[in-house]
C-alpha cells in the first residue's frame, strides 16, 4: 500500500481538503496512531489489490490528538473492520481511539455547514424518524455552536429527540474546514467503548 502524510509540522494547520475519515488519539500519540492506522489498513484490504486499496493519506490537523485520513475503501466499512478486530482481539488497537466516517468537507461558514447538512439528511433520514444534531469544534472561536445548531435544525424537517435519536447529525470543525456526516450509533468506531462492552459482557 502506497502511504502519503501530509502537515509533518503539529504546528500546521488543516486547510480544506477532502478527508473522508478523521481519528482521534492520546495528545502527542499521532505519529503511533497514524503508523496504526496504516498498518491495519493494509493488513485488512491487502486482498482488495492496490488498485481498490490506492493510496492513504494521513494529516496532521494542528490539533493534538487528531488526524485526517482519506482512503479508497468505505469509511464505514473501516468501522466495521476495525470493531471487529477489537472484538476478536481487545489489546489490538493502541492508538486509535475513535474513526469517525466523514461524508462531505466545507469551509466553515454557517451557510455552508447548513446546506451540506441538508443535503445529507434529506436524502439519509425518513419522515418517521428523528435526529439529533451534535458539534464538536476546534480551533474556531468566532462561530458558536448554538449558532451552528439552529441553523441546521431549521433546514432539516425532522423530529429532534437528544436522548433516543435514529440519527446523529455530526458537525467536525476543525478551523478553517468542516466535516461532516449523518450517522446511526454505531457508524462512529471507539476502541473504548467496544472494549468496554467486552468486559461488561464477560461480567
Known sequence: MRVRVRGEGRGGILKRSDFNMLLTTYRHAEGDARDEVVTLMHELFKDEGEAKVGLIDV?????????????????????????????????????????????????TSVEEIRDA??????????????????????????????????????????????????????????????GIAVLKYDDVFSSIKVKRSLADSSV
Open 59 to 107: 494529516w496532521y490537523t494542528g490539533v493534538s490528538g487528531l488526524l485526517a485520513c482519506r482512503s479508497s475503501i468505505d469509511p464505514f466499512k473501516v468501522v466495521r473492520s476495525l470493531r471487529r478486530i477489537v472484538m476478536e482481539e481487545p489489546w489490538r488497537i493502541r492508538y486509535i481511539l475513535r474513526l469517525i466516517p466523514i461524508e462531505k468537507v466545507v469551509n
Open 117 to 178: 447538512c441538508s443535503e445529507l439528511a434529506s436524502s439519509k433520514i425518513g419522515k418517521d424518524e428523528s435526529f439529533r444534531i451534535t458539534v464538536e469544534k476546534r480551533m474556531m472561536h468566532s462561530l458558536h455552536s448554538m449558532e451552528i445548531i439552529k441553523a441546521v435544525a431549521s433546514r432539516i424537517d425532522r423530529r429532534v429527540d437528544l436522548t433516543n435519536y435514529d440519527w446523529l447529525v455530526l458537525i467536525e470543525v476543525v478551523g478553517k474546514v468542516t
